[in-house]
């Protein structure tokens, strides 16, 4: 069965700085669709970026971009210039061919002013 | 609508009542799924309608919940003779037909706390 792992809990940033978050997944397949999402405490999921496993090239959406690291199973979320704004809990997530989204636990950040 | 809507935005029932949890999706969105979130959780899948094709109840945990819709529209998940360990976010969320890999657009759920 497809699993994801944020390994996690807990980040903190200071405002200005970089922050990567790990997530892990296992799956056999090998076209799958990987994804971010935000959840500030308004509890909407909003989608940050995702990302095709057979495209090689690393997404990028502004501040954010992502470590895709397939043979690995790794995809981490890199937030550049950190702003306060960007304090949430953040989901990995992973879709293969279904609809069946398989998440993993979370990590809350935090952005120290 | 703009956005997925659903209501109540919190909920406090007691222990053995039965409660429902309405969601309206975007218009025009054929999909639409139904994802609990316990507290330091992630989400778990309940379930999932598309048109009018035979929903997918594999995730619901017990025969104490269900849920409805009707064509493309409104859904309702009921929870008969709630437990506190219902106690969660429900999270519901729609997308175009075979769109997933696009995306779901999520409401902002209904807070249960069964007492």
């Known amino acids: 069965a497809q699993t994801v792992t944020q390994s996690q809990p807990e980040m903190s940033v200071q405002e200005a700085e970089t922050v990567t978050l790990s997530c892990t997944y296992d799956?056999?397949?090998?076209?799958?669709?990987l994804f971010w999402y935000k959840q500030p405490p308004s509890r909407q999921m909003i989608l940050v970026i995702r990302?095709?496993?057979?495209?090689?090239q690393n997404a990028t959406e502004n501040r954010f971009s992502v470590n895709f690291q397939k043979a690995a199973k790794s995809f981490s979320l890199k937030i550049s210039d950190s702003q306060l704004g960007d304090a949430a809990m953040y989901f990995c997530?992973?879709?293969?061919?279904?609809?069946?989204?398989?998440f993993g636990t979370g990590t809350r950040l935090k952005v120290l002013a | 609508g703009a956005g997925v809507s659903q209501s109540p935005s919190n909920k406090v029932t007691e222990k053995g009542k039965d409660v429902e949890l309405r969601c309206d999706p975007i218009?025009?969105?054929?999909?639409l799924y139904w994802y609990r979130q316990r507290l330091g959780q992630g989400l778990e899948f309940l379930i999932y309608?598309?048109?009018?094709?035979?929903?997918?109840k594999s995730g619901l945990p017990s025969d104490r919940f269900s849920a409805e819709r009707t064509g493309e529209s409104v859904s309702t998940l009921t929870i008969q003779r709630t437990q506190q360990e219902d106690s969660a976010v429900y999270l519901c969320?729609?997308?175009?037909?075979?769109?997933?890999?696009?995306?779901?657009?999520f409401g902002s759920g209904t807070r249960l706390t069964v007492v």
């Open positions: 969320a729609s997308s175009f037909y075979l769109d997933s890999e696009g995306g779901y657009t």
């Open positions: 997530a992973y879709v293969e061919g279904t609809y069946k989204y398989i």
């Open positions: 799956t056999s397949e090998s076209d799958y669709y």
């Open positions: 218009s025009g969105h054929t999909a």
């Open positions: 309608f598309q048109g009018n094709s035979a929903p997918d």
């Open positions: 990302q095709e496993a057979y495209k090689q």
